[in-house]
């Protein structure tokens, strides 16, 4: 238990500190407040519309598609580093890693999924 | 082909399960083939088994096959087998053979049932059933066999259930035969916990007789007289017998089949087969040969005062089968077979014959309303009148070899005692007596048959007389199997059945030749002296009965009404239970039991319905109540630690 | 290699199938479904045949991430067989909800494959990888009704509150692999024994508790439990509660009795209160329910309870219990499930009690076949429900938990209310409405049969599972 006691006095001292940083500017600061300085910030501008507005699908299945692939090619780095040690099984393994995935991204081209119309 | 013997009680379960599945919708031919052929393979198959036996030496003559692990808990071990040897052998051709005749003979006699399918499904379940009993090779399985006929006989007393008497008379039959099986239940634990204490846990016939020293003296009366409770249910002895004479309201092959030649004989099988206990209990034994020689002596006076046929062979069953109590009873087990035997020949053509009187008279039952019958029915009346000379032991005749053999052996073994063989000779001569009552008022003398049903009483068909037929030369020939050495015979039968008892010979003490010549010249002649009285009365001057029954009304009534049996039974116990009944469920169940377990329903009930509003739909509170859980989880587990 | 290759080859074919599967359906469309649902009955039966044939092996491959031993290879065997009636169960299912897309049966194969690696491995990572295979594509398969807006709640729901416990799953497993160095459990128990006995662990334990509580749907972690179970397809809540709960509970017990055994006496008694509240508080929940299909998800989270009672005892020989009842569990479940499946139909769910009302009169072949399934889960012998909850409760008893074992059983008495309450309904009730024609076509009633027959069978030779089931867990000697 003792060896974690630092990290609990970080812990309260920061959030001490935070605290004490906004608590000092609240009490001290002065505060005139008006309809333009409430407003959300945006560019300066004054807002169009609801800031929630709803977003298509597309653009989140987009996002997910890439974060997979990109994150499986995330993957061959630390594969191209030791290729020579793993040598056959590594290259057979890999192949039908890639292999793997092409069938999943012909699965996602064939469903349309790339298509934004 | 030993291994293959678990296909004996296989044949009539694919005839019952054949006939069950599909009886209703295939015509009568099928039914009746199904029906009669598959018994008829378990006979030949139990013939060949025969051969087979006859094949090896004598000390050898025993099968044993396990089918497969039925029971296992702990150490003990039950397995589904089979086990052939002489004994069992002998009642496998006994059932299946008696049983294939009675099923041709129904072909006949229940042609015109609307029931006809459902009649030979139940009958072939029987047939399987009867033949589990006496195959099996541990006493559990026997008792399912135990079971399952006694299932059968009830199906079957009830067989025309709109018939309010007949549902009476199976619901009867099930319930005093159930406090039979109670006992026999008991004794199976018994056994059971009283071997398995001394490290044995077995009820494997062959390991029980190995081991059955092990026991104390006292533990192996208890667990024998326990036995004997079921034999008295299940074959009809006092005090249990009651339910045999009601059972007669089933179909009469039926009663041909299940209520005379085997499933009633079941209790002497049981005990012979279970010899190696009873040997060793010897007040057991006592009360065995006793009981079976009152019953037979009190349920051979009842046959004296009834006119329904069939009840007459029913107390004449109840009465046989004590005889072979008394023959097992006082170890002479091979007689007491014997007697199963022979008698399952006479008594199964006994009531087929009264079947066919029947079938002739348009159901009618009471021989009061019968007699002069001999003409119309010429091969009813032959052979009813041979199966008669065999019951009443006239020689040459089966009956009177196993009849004499027990009468024999209650006199000369040290196990029998004189007032048992002087009891056994009088009834005898009773046996005689209204058996020939019954022959004379049926077939002979006046006739005194309703004028309309007359002119259509005819001869039973082929199907009918055929058995008939065979039964009668079985009732003749069937005893010459066991003449004894004293008549020049082999005793072949009792040689057959020796290594299955291992009788022990020496303490006997040996009678002389003259003697046994003797007590058997005076059996046949008290035979002969009933048959005379019979003769007197009913058929030379039939008015000296009438005369009697007037004289002594008292006693007739007295015994024409079974000696109130069932009166007292209604008045001591049934009518009790049944008070004790009505205020187990009006007071304690209705209104103490009911209003707990309501009341707790309705509580919980209640408190599931305050639980449900924590079921809120919304995921925060579900990820809420995780968090909550988390928190407990953890917390607990870290105080462990750092406690 | 080879060597590897060739003790994984059920999942391989497994892995296989499916891929050709989702190519089959993006290529074909909707036209395929039937084809892809008898490609799945092979592949399940191809992978089933590879696991008979490895179920003698004991074995490690791919570096100890994937091992072989008569529990997996048991195990396998039951999640195979769930899958094959699964997938007979929805082959009418399927084309009769229109509603359902061709992806369903590559995500059977797929979250089979990850219950088949989770059960087969000692090595925490390569467990989360199996439990997160099976829960995504779980998670998937309750939105399958996408038209349905209680499908996609429910799908949702689980998704998002999975997730929160994947989250605790995977940093308990962190927490181990911090306080002793390794993934392998099987290292565990020597370095508790060793005296690695730290907080740290201890909250690894507990964070995995947490983890598989939620899966297996313990209170209080069981809130999605009804709410899902109601709003997916109903084969795929077959699914869940046959192969999810399975596969959760023995990755589980494997865990927790190769791993903890020395500090049993620490969560043994966090999981006594977690048995005793889940059983209560899920058979008192399910007392007052109208709906079938959350009376029999909340029956589920009770089953889990008693599952529980034979867990916490620690008992290594006695916890061939625990296989018995979740092979008895798996069938009456599935049995049960197809019966409610029978009664549905396209907009008209029939879901309500009051649907059973009298359902004997018209359907005395299905009323039969639910009520032997509903007697089986209340415990009523020869059915193997009875043998399964004996073998549970004995067990806690032979261990010394005499007043856990009287709990569950008290909780069994009251479960039989809402179990034989449908009974009633369906035999004493007048019909309260018009159900239409059923569909009585084969696939159905084979399914039925098949469970019937298992259950039958369990009830009365328990002895030939409960000598496989010993087998099994021989593994924790």
């Not at chain 2, 009746?32 to 004598?58: A, D, H, K, Q, Y």
């Not at chain 2, 062959?206 to 667990?223: A, D, H, M, Q, R």
């Not at chain 2, 004289?551 to 239970?577: M, S, W």
Request: hydrophobic share 55%; net charge neutral; aromatic share 16%.
């Amino acid at each position: 238990m003792k060896e974690y006691l630092g990290i609990l006095i970080i812990i309260l001292l920061s959030s001490l500190v935070a605290i004490l940083i906004v608590g000092i500017s609240y009490f001290l600061g002065e505060r005139k407040p008006k309809k333009v300085k409430l407003l959300p910030y945006e560019c300066g501008m004054t807002t169009i519309g609801p800031s929630r507005r709803r977003i298509s699908v597309k653009y989140y299945i987009f996002a997910m598609l890439f974060l997979i692939f990109d994150i499986e090619v995330l993957f061959m780095y630390p594969w191209a580093v030791i290729t020579k040690d793993l040598k056959l099984f590594g290259f057979v393994e890999m192949f039908i890693f890639i292999v793997i995935l092409l069938i999943g991204y012909f699965y996602v081209w064939r469903k349309g999924a790339l298509e934004w119309e | 082909m030993g291994e293959y013997i678990w296909l004996i009680p296989s044949f009539p379960l694919v005839g019952f399960l054949l006939n069950g599945l599909l009886g209703r919708r295939m015509p009568k031919a099928f039914v009746s083939w199904v029906g009669c052929l598959s018994v008829f393979l378990s006979f030949l198959f139990s013939v060949f088994t025969f051969f087979e036996l006859l094949r090896l030496p004598p000390e050898a003559r025993l099968i044993e096959v396990d089918i497969f692990d039925w029971i296992i808990s702990g150490e003990f071990v039950t397995r589904v087998g089979f086990r052939i040897d002489p004994l069992s052998i002998v009642m496998c051709l006994v059932v299946s053979g008696v049983g294939f005749l009675i099923h041709v003979y129904s072909v006949g006699y229940m042609h015109e049932d609307p029931g006809y399918p459902r009649y030979f499904t139940y009958l072939n379940l029987f047939v399987f059933m009867m033949l589990i009993l006496v195959t099996a090779n541990n006493v559990l399985l026997m008792f399912v066999g135990w079971e399952g006929v006694g299932l059968c006989s009830y199906l079957l007393i009830g067989f025309w259930y709109e018939k309010d008497s007949a549902s009476n008379a199976g619901k009867k039959a099930f319930i005093v035969n159930r406090i039979g099986d109670y006992g026999f239940l008991l004794g199976i634990f018994l056994l059971l916990f009283s071997l398995g204490s001394k490290g044995v846990w077995t009820l494997n016939f062959s390991e029980l007789e190995k081991n059955v020293n092990l026991l104390n003296e006292n533990v192996i009366s208890l667990i024998t007289l326990l036995f004997f409770i079921g034999a008295t249910g299940k074959s009809a002895q006092i005090p249990l017998y009651v339910w045999l004479p009601d059972a007669m309201e089933g179909p009469t092959p039926v009663s041909a089949l299940i209520h005379a030649a085997t499933m009633v004989t079941a209790g002497v099988y049981m005990i012979a087969r279970l010899h190696f206990l009873y040997n060793l209990a010897p007040e057991t034994m006592f009360i065995v040969a006793l009981i079976g020689v009152l019953t037979a002596f009190l349920a051979a006076s009842i046959g004296f005062a009834q006119y329904d046929i069939k009840r007459v062979l029913a107390y004449s069953t109840i009465s046989q089968l004590g005889y072979m109590f008394v023959g097992v009873g006082v170890g002479a087990y091979a007689a007491g077979i014997f007697h199963l035997m022979t008698h399952a020949f006479f008594k199964a053509l006994l009531f087929l014959g009264a079947g066919s009187v029947m079938h002739a008279l348009a159901g009618e039952l009471d021989m009061r309303k019968m007699g002069g019958l001999k003409k119309y029915l010429p091969t009813t009346h032959w052979t009813f009148l041979i199966a008669c000379l065999a019951i009443a032991g006239i020689p040459g005749f089966s009956g009177f070899f196993s009849k004499d053999e027990i009468l024999w052996k209650a006199f000369s073994s040290n196990r029998g005692s004189i007032f048992i063989y002087i009891l056994g000779l009088v009834t005898a001569g009773m046996t005689a007596f209204y058996m020939f009552r019954l022959l004379f008022n049926v077939f002979y003398g006046k006739e005194r048959v309703d004028e309309e049903i007359k002119h259509h009483v005819h001869e039973s068909p082929k199907i009918m007389t055929i058995p008939l037929v065979i039964l009668a030369i079985l009732s003749i020939i069937g005893g010459y199997v066991g003449v004894p050495h004293v008549l020049g015979g082999g005793a072949h039968f009792e040689k057959f059945l020796e290594p299955v008892f291992k009788v022990p010979h020496e303490g006997e003490i040996h009678h002389p030749l003259s003697l046994e010549i003797g007590l058997m010249v005076l059996s046949v002649v008290v035979a002969l002296i009933g048959i005379y009285f019979a003769y007197l009365y009913f058929l030379k001057k039939p008015e000296l009965s009438e005369s009697f029954v007037q004289k002594y009304p008292n006693l007739y009534r007295t015994v024409h009404n079974k000696y109130f049996v069932d009166e007292i039974y209604g008045f001591l116990f049934v009518d009790n239970l049944l008070r004790f009944g009505r205020f187990m469920k009006n007071v304690i169940d209705e209104a103490i039991i009911d209003g707990i377990v309501n009341g707790t329903g309705y509580f919980l009930r209640g408190l599931g319905s305050v639980l449900r509003f924590l079921q809120s739909g919304y995921v925060q509170a579900y990820a809420f109540s995780i968090i909550i859980g988390a928190i407990l989880v953890v917390g607990y587990l870290l105080m462990k630690v750092t406690s | 290699m080879m060597d590897d290759l060739s003790l994984v080859m059920p999942e391989v074919v497994l892995c296989g199938f499916g891929l050709l599967l989702l190519l089959i359906e993006a290529f074909l469309g909707e036209k395929s479904k039937s084809l892809l649902g008898i490609l799945t009955l092979i592949a399940a039966s191809s992978a089933l045949f590879f696991v008979l044939r490895l179920s003698r092996l004991n074995g490690e491959a791919f570096f100890g991430l994937y091992s072989l031993d008569p529990l997996a290879s048991l195990i396998k065997g039951l999640i195979l067989v769930i899958l094959v009636l699964i997938t007979v169960a929805s082959i009418r299912y399927v084309e009769r909800e229109n509603a359902i897309a061709g992806e369903y049966y590559p995500l059977l194969i797929f979250s089979t494959l990850g219950m088949m690696i989770m059960v087969s491995t000692t090595n925490l990572l390569t467990i989360f990888i199996g439990v997160e295979l099976m829960s995504i594509s779980v998670y998937v398969l309750c939105g399958m009704f996408r038209e349905n807006v209680r499908s996609a709640e429910a799908s949702l729901k689980y998704f998002l509150l999975g997730a929160f416990a994947s989250a605790f799953l995977v940093y308990g497993i962190s927490l181990l692999y911090g306080s002793t160095g390794s993934l392998d459990i099987r290292a565990y128990s020597e370095a508790i024994s060793a005296g690695n006995y730290s907080s740290v662990l201890m909250l690894g334990v507990a964070l995995i508790t947490v983890g598989f509580a939620f899966k297996i749907a313990l209170v209080p972690f069981h809130m999605w439990t009804p709410d899902v179970y109601e709003g997916a397809p109903t084969s795929v809540t077959a699914f869940m509660a046959a192969g999810v709960k399975t596969a959760a509970f023995v990755t589980f017990l494997r865990i927790f009795y190769t791993a903890f055994l020395p500090v049993i006496k620490d969560w043994g008694g966090v999981l006594w209160l977690i048995a005793v509240i889940t059983m209560s508080y899920a058979n008192l929940t399910a007392l007052v329910q109208e709906n079938i299909k959350r009376m029999l998800a909340y029956s589920s989270i009770a089953h889990a309870g008693y599952i529980l009672v034979a867990f916490v005892t620690g008992e290594r020989s006695l916890s061939s219990s625990i296989i018995y009842y979740l092979f008895a569990y798996a069938f009456m479940n599935i049995g049960a499930f197809t019966c409610v499946m029978l009664m549905e139909r396209k907009g008209e769910e029939n879901l309500d009690i009051d649907s059973y009302a009298g359902l004997s009169g018209k359907h005395p072949l299905l009323s039969l076949c639910l009520s032997i399934f509903l007697l089986s889960l209340t415990g009523v012998p020869p059915l193997a429900g009875f043998m399964a909850k004996f073998y549970v409760f004995s067990t806690a008893i032979k261990a010394g938990y005499v007043w856990l074992a009287i709990i569950g059983v008290l909780n069994s008495v009251v479960a039989a209310y809402y179990y034989l309450r449908v009974i009633m309904y369906m035999y004493f009730k007048e019909p309260v409405k018009e159900i239409g024609e059923i569909d009585l076509s084969s696939p159905y009633f084979l399914v039925v049969f098949i469970c019937i027959f298992f259950l039958l069978y369990l009830g009365i030779f328990p002895r030939d599972l409960t000598l496989l089931a010993e087998g099994a867990v021989s593994v924790f000697f």
